[in-house]
């Protein structure tokens, strides 16, 4: 079975995230807020079920899979992975400025 490990960036991002989408209004309560992100880290620990792609600068990673949220939003989690252990090391979405940098 897989173990799936979280840098503390990614970790640290997505704890920001749900304070940031609380604030800036996309979400009215920040119990609804909670329930997005918990929706990304359920995701990434499928990511070893997910087709990896290679990335353009490994960088934030060698591979990455990308997370459909919603119709406007699109997560990449890059990471890298020997035998059974998958490091997240990295995750952004379609509205970063990192996104054409990493992903092809």
Known sequence: MAQIILSALVDENLKTLIDVLYQKGYFGFKESAYEYVNKIYDFIYTVPEHAARPCKDSKYGKHYVVF???????????FDFEGEFYLIKNIFNNHSQEYPRYIK
């Open 68 to 78: 459909k949220m919603n119709s406007t939003t699109t997560y990449y989690i890059t």
